[in-house]
């Protein structure tokens, strides 16, 4: 008989889950504290875009094999595996991972269990997180439970969700005893027999591994960012420089774009969040980089708009300013710590008029900033501006030319914030065009 899934939390992480548990053959249940949401999904209707989830959410929502609630009591002994996808996010003191919606899912399900069950993290959780939590079922489980626990870290990226969780680069499970490891087998032996890597080991190194990630990610951005700010002062050409240095294998040319830096939903929360528990376990030394990591990404936004406002010959008040992008990055309409989001109302903060568009971010943004002006579309962002900023690298936006904007800009300069306009092209055609890592 098909395992029976329930996933809590029904955000990036758990819808796109409980959509692919369900296409790969499981009866699944979401479950969310977020009645809207969870009504919205039960109609088959997705709250944030994310490529190719929409199809499958409906397509499973019309089967019968996906199906929503707020009822823990629903789930606790339907399912025989329970993956919790909730939030970790930044505690409000800024100080480490907020954890009460992990904590608060895993005694939902323990105080109800009564029959064997195995819980599964997905959340991205401090170390030590998975014992802490063993501890607390081992405590208020009722006496007829059996429920096993394993740490099963997600590595999906926003824009590839449905193809990461179908077919990841690897999987991770940290588990104690052998149930845990037999049961996810099952889950993904569509993976696995397309020889995907899975790697079992202790909780510790589950938790680790997926923080570890993220940290590496973010240190390869900063890395060529602060090669960047080099560059920026005495010249050279800093995507040369990440072709050359991305041939050595060892090194490898993805996550060397210079740019605005790194945002969304993860990576700068999860290098916060590692330093806080370093700290917390004595070791505040130990990831003092990730310290500067963070710093050197933050400049990023400070360098644009000092940039702008030396292209505008210091008359940031008042200009005409089109921002093209406010998403951390494209195909996603998320504007979570967005780099391209922070520099737009810096440079609103600063007097300038600023006219935003983004093709999916607009509406996440005007709920963050509804003093900023939104454009619906990107004629109407670009016209008669003094500077036009390209800051997430939507197609539409990679794709423009000079003879797109010529006609409609005030003035012909442009910050090319991602690297991906061909700068001479633009030269030619008589602009002022910048791009991160240029001397100016
Ligand atoms: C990231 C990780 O890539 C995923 O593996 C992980 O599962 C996820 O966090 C998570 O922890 O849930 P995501 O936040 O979707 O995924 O975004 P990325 O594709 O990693 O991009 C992060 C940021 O780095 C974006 O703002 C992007 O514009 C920026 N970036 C990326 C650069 O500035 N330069 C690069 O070369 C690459």
């Given at each position: 008989?098909?395992?029976?899934?329930?996933?809590?939390?029904?955000?990036?992480?758990?819808?796109?889950?409980?959509?692919?548990?369900?296409?790969?053959?499981?009866?699944?249940?979401?479950?969310?504290?977020?009645?809207?949401?969870?009504?919205?999904?039960?109609?088959?209707?997705?709250?944030?875009?994310?490529?190719?989830?929409?199809e499958l959410l409906r397509k499973h929502?019309d089967s019968?094999?996906?199906?929503?609630?707020?009822?823990?009591?629903?789930?606790?002994?339907?399912?025989?595996?329970?993956?919790?996808?909730?939030?970790?996010?930044?505690?409000?003191?800024?100080?480490?991972?907020?954890?009460?919606?992990?904590?608060?899912?895993?005694?939902?399900?323990?105080?109800?269990?009564?029959?064997?069950?195995?819980?599964?993290?997905?959340?991205?959780?401090?170390?030590?997180?998975?014992?802490?939590?063993?501890?607390?079922?081992?405590?208020?489980?009722?006496?007829?439970?059996?429920?096993?626990?394993?740490?099963?870290?997600?590595?999906?990226?926003?824009?590839?969700?449905?193809?990461?969780?179908?077919?990841?680069?690897?999987?991770?499970?940290?588990?104690?005893?052998?149930?845990?490891?037999?049961?996810?087998?099952?889950?993904?032996?569509?993976?696995?027999?397309?020889?995907?890597?899975?790697?079992?080991?202790?909780?510790?190194?589950?938790?680790?591994?997926?923080?570890?990630?993220?940290?590496?990610?973010?240190?390869?951005?900063?890395?060529?960012?602060?090669?960047?700010?080099?560059?920026?002062?005495?010249?050279?050409?800093?995507?040369?420089?990440?072709?050359?240095?991305?041939?050595?294998?060892?090194?490898?040319?993805?996550?060397?774009?210079?740019?605005?830096?790194?945002?969304?939903?993860?990576?700068?929360?999860?290098?916060?969040?590692?330093?806080?528990?370093?700290?917390?376990?004595?070791?505040?030394?130990?990831?003092?980089?990730?310290?500067?990591?963070?710093?050197?990404?933050?400049?990023?936004?400070?360098?644009?708009?000092?940039?702008?406002?030396?292209?505008?010959?210091?008359?940031?008040?008042?200009?005409?300013?089109?921002?093209?992008?406010?998403?951390?990055?494209?195909?996603?309409?998320?504007?979570?710590?967005?780099?391209?989001?922070?520099?737009?109302?810096?440079?609103?903060?600063?007097?300038?008029?600023?006219?935003?568009?983004?093709?999916?971010?607009?509406?996440?943004?005007?709920?963050?900033?509804?003093?900023?002006?939104?454009?619906?579309?990107?004629?109407?962002?670009?016209?008669?501006?003094?500077?036009?900023?390209?800051?997430?690298?939507?197609?539409?936006?990679?794709?423009?030319?000079?003879?797109?904007?010529?006609?409609?800009?005030?003035?012909?300069?442009?910050?090319?914030?991602?690297?991906?306009?061909?700068?001479?092209?633009?030269?030619?055609?008589?602009?002022?065009?910048?791009?991160?890592?240029?001397?100016?």
């Amino acid at each position: 008989m098909s395992l029976k899934i329930s996933v809590i939390g029904t955000g990036y992480l758990g819808a796109t889950h409980a959509a692919c548990m369900a296409e790969l053959g499981f009866d699944v249940i979401g479950v969310d504290i977020d009645a809207a949401k969870v009504a919205a999904l039960s109609r088959g209707n997705l709250p944030f875009h994310e490529p190719g989830l929409p199809e499958l959410l409906r397509k499973h929502v019309d089967s019968g094999r996906l199906r929503f609630t707020t009822d823990y009591a629903e789930i606790a002994d339907w399912a025989d595996i329970h993956f919790i996808g909730v939030g970790t996010p930044q505690r409000a003191d800024g100080h480490g991972a907020d954890l009460r919606f992990v904590d608060s899912a895993v005694h939902e399900l323990t105080s109800r269990i009564r029959g064997s069950a195995l819980i599964v993290g997905k959340s991205t959780v401090p170390v030590g997180t998975a014992r802490r939590l063993r501890g607390i079922i081992d405590t208020e489980a009722h006496s007829e439970a059996n429920i096993a626990l394993a740490w099963n870290p997600e590595f999906l990226r926003e824009g590839f969700a449905v193809a990461d969780t179908m077919r990841p680069d690897r999987l991770v499970i940290g588990a104690e005893g052998g149930t845990a490891e037999a049961l996810l087998r099952e889950v993904y032996a569509v993976a696995l027999a397309a020889e995907t890597p899975l790697i079992v080991t202790d909780f510790e190194t589950a938790e680790l591994v997926k923080v570890a990630a993220n940290a590496f990610l973010a240190t390869k951005i900063s890395f060529i960012n602060s090669f960047a700010e080099v560059t920026e002062t005495i010249g050279g050409d800093i995507t040369t420089l990440a072709d050359a240095l991305g041939h050595d294998i060892r090194i490898g040319r993805k996550f060397l774009n210079a740019g605005v830096g790194f945002g969304g939903g993860c990576l700068p929360k999860d290098i916060r969040a590692l330093q806080a528990r370093v700290s917390e376990l004595g070791l505040s030394h130990t990831m003092g980089y990730l310290a500067e990591v963070d710093e050197i990404n933050l400049r990023r936004r400070e360098r644009v708009v000092r940039l702008a406002n030396s292209m505008l010959s210091d008359k940031l008040v008042g200009a005409r300013i089109a921002v093209l992008g406010v998403t951390f990055k494209p195909d996603s309409d998320d504007v979570r710590d967005s780099p391209a989001l922070d520099i737009a109302v810096r440079l609103f903060n600063a007097g300038a008029d600023v006219l935003v568009y983004d093709p999916k971010g607009n509406n996440n943004a005007a709920e963050r900033f509804p003093r900023l002006h939104y454009a619906n579309d990107l004629p109407e962002a670009v016209a008669q501006a003094d500077l036009v900023l390209l800051l997430t690298e939507w197609a539409e936006f990679k794709a423009l030319v000079p003879a797109d904007l010529e006609d409609v800009v005030a003035e012909r300069r442009i910050i090319d914030g991602r690297n991906v306009l061909a700068r001479g092209q633009w030269e030619d055609a008589g602009w002022e065009i910048v791009g991160m890592g240029q001397h100016h």
